[in-house]
C-alpha cells in the first residue's frame, strides 16, 4: 500500500536531541555530586558516573576538583578553622573526607604537615594539571583535548594572588558556573553550560577563539524518529532491509542498527545489501552491530559506467514480497529512481532510510504527500558511536590489507639463513639466538610511510 496507516505522518522535520556523553564525563571530573546523575531530569548520566567510577585515574581528577572547589567557595571559612581553631584539612566539616580518603586509597596524599591553605590548593593545582592528561582517552579524538584540559587548569593556580583571585570571581559568580562546581572558564549568564554536548562545545570553542561546526557529532535521533521506526516494525508482519550500498552511508548505517533495542532487530528477517565493486568495502563491517542475518549481494557490471544495483534490487524487493510473503521495506537509499518500486507494490509497507544531503526535495515530497514515513540515517551517526564504527572498519581493512600483503614465516626464513651462513649452531644456541634477535622483532615506520622490520641490536 502506497500510503501507511491513515494518520501516520510521514517525516515532519523532527529535531535530532543533542548528545549528553562529553557533558557527563566532564561533570563527573569535574566533581559534580552524585545526586545530580541520579535525578533523570539532569543532563549528566548516571551510567557514565558508574563506569568513570571504576576508572582510578578518573577518580582522582574528580576527587582534587572536588577538594578544590570546596576549598574556593568557603576559603575564608575554612581558613579561620585552620588559623584560629588549628583544626587540618582531615578534620575541617566543610572539606569533603571522603573525597581525601578515595585519594589515599588510590595513591595520592594530600595531607601535610605544617601546610597552610593556600598551599594545598597550590598542591591539587600541580596534581590536576599533571592528573588530567590521564583522562585524555575519556573523550573522543575529534574533541580538541587542548580546550578541555583548560578547563581543569586554575589561572594563577600556582600562586597566592592567583588562587585568592580565582576565588573571588568564582564566588563573585557562583549561579554562572554549572551546578556550582569550579572551573576554568569566563562565567557569564549562559545557563547551564554542561546542558548538552552540543551547548558545551560550541561554548568551549567559542571560549577559544574557535568555532566547533560538526553538529551531526553531537546529535543523537529524536525519540519521536526512533518510535517511529520501532513502531513500523513492530505492526509488520515479515520485515526485510534491503539496502542500495551505492547511494547509503555503510557508517551510518551500522550508528542506526546500533541504536535499535533487540525487540526491533528480532523484527527484521534479514538485511540484504546490494553493493558495487566500487562501493565502500566498510559494508563487510556490517554484522558486526546486528544479530540479524545479511546476506551480501555484490553486483558485477556488465558496463564500467553502469551499475545495475538499482535493477537487482527493484528485482529483489519484488521476489521478497511476491515469494517469500514480505509485507514489510526499510528501504535505505537516498536515490529517487526507488519511488517506482514503492509505487508499485501497492500492497507492502515501506519505511525509507535516507542522508539529508543527497536527497533531493521531489522524493521527499512525494513520501510526503502518501503518508511513507522517511527518517535521516545521519540522526543516529553520533559522538563516540561514529569514531568507534570508523576504527572497526579502519582496523579490519588494515587487518586484511596486511594479510593479503605480508609474507613472512619466520621458521623459513631461520632455515635459509643457517644454510646460506653454514652456521653450525647447536639446538639451544640456536633457540638463544631465535629468542634474542627474531622474537623482539618490530616494525619502524618512517614518517613517508615506509615500513621495515628490525631485529634487536
Known amino acids: 500500500m502506497i500510503s501507511n496507516e491513515p494518520g501516520t505522518p510521514a517525516y515532519s522535520g523532527f529535531k535530532s536531541r543533542s548528545t549528553y556523553q562529553i557533558v557527563s564525563i566532564t561533570a563527573y571530573l569535574l566533581g559534580v555530586g552524585k545526586g545530580i546523575f541520579e535525578n533523570e531530569n539532569e543532563p549528566p548520566q548516571m551510567e557514565v558516573y558508574r563506569q568513570l567510577d571504576q576508572d582510578k585515574n578518573a577518580r582522582i581528577v574528580r576527587n582534587l576538583c572536588r577538594l578544590r572547589t570546596a576549598i574556593e567557595r568557603r576559603y575564608k571559612t575554612i581558613l579561620d578553622k585552620m588559623r584560629y581553631e588549628y583544626k587540618s584539612l582531615m ?36 596534581l590536576l594539571s599533571d592528573r588530567v592528561n590521564n583522562c585524555r582517552a575519556l573523550f573522543p579524538i575529534w574533541v580538541n ?22 576565588a573571588a570571581v568564582y564566588c563573585g559568580n557562583l549561579g554562572a558556573y554549572p551546578y556550582q562546581v ?36 553531537v546529535s543523537d535521533a529524536a525519540v519521536t524518529t526512533k518510535n517511529h ?8 508482519q515479515r520485515a526485510v532491509m534491503v539496502v542500495d550500498c551505492e547511494n547509503s552511508d555503510p557508517y551510518k548505517l551500522c550508528a542506526v542498527l546500533k541504536a535499535m533495542p533487540m525487540e526491533s532487530t528480532q523484527k527484521i528477517a534479514k538485511i540484504i545489501l546490494y553493493s558495487d565493486p566500487h562501493a565502500a568495502t566498510a559494508w563487510e563491517i556490517l554484522h558486526s552491530y546486528t544479530d540479524v542475518p545479511t546476506e551480501y549481494r555484490l553486483i558485477d557490471r556488465i558496463k564500467e559506467n553502469k551499475s545495475l544495483v538499482d535493477a537487482k534490487l527493484i528485482a529483489g524487493t519484488c521476489k521478497e514480497h511476491y515469494e517469500n510473503q514480505a509485507d514489510s521495506f526499510v528501504l535505505v537509499s537516498s536515490d529517487s529512481d526507488y519511488w517506482g518500486l514503492i509505487s508499485t507494490l501497492e500492497r507492502a509497507n515501506f519505511l525509507v532510510m535516507v542522508e539529508s544531503d543527497k536527497c533531493g526535495p521531489d522524493i521527499k ?93
Open 91 to 126: 578534620t575541617i566539616e566543610e572539606i569533603p573526607q571522603d573525597a581525601i580518603q578515595q585519594l589515599s586509597e588510590d595513591g595520592v596524599s594530600l595531607v601535610k604537615a605544617r601546610y597552610t591553605l593556600i598551599d594545598y590548593v597550590v598542591q591539587i593545582n600541580k
Open 182 to 217: 569550579y572551573l576554568n572558564w569566563p562565567p557569564s549568564e549562559q545557563g547551564n553550560i554542561l546542558y548538552n554536548d552540543r551547548k558545551f562545545l560550541q561554548l568551549l570553542y567559542e571560549w577559544n577563539e574557535d568555532e566547533f561546526t560538526d553538529l551531526s557529532k
Open 145 to 166: 583535548w587542548d580546550y578541555i584540559r583548560a578547563v581543569f587548569i586554575m589561572p594563577g593556580g600556582l600562586t597566592e594572588d592567583g588562587i585568592k583571585s580565582e
Open 365 to 457: 515530497r512525494a513520501l510526503m504527500q502518501h503518508n511513507i514515513f522517511y527518517c535521516y540515517i545521519d540522526d543516529f551517526y553520533s559522538g563516540n558511536s561514529s569514531y568507534d564504527i570508523k576504527v572497526t572498519a579502519l582496523v579490519r581493512a588494515a587487518r586484511k590489507y596486511l594479510a593479503e600483503r605480508v609474507r613472512l614465516n619466520v621458521n623459513d626464513m631461520l632455515r635459509s639463513i643457517y644454510y646460506s651462513t653454514r652456521a653450525d649452531m647447536t639446538e639451544a644456541e640456536q633457540k638463544q639466538f631465535y629468542n634474542k634477535f627474531i622474537k623482539p622483532m618490530h616494525l619502524k615506520i618512517e614518517d613517508n610511510g615506509d615500513v621495515t622490520i628490525l631485529l634487536r641490536d
Open 229 to 236: 521506526i520501532y513502531g513500523f516494525l513492530e505492526k509488520s
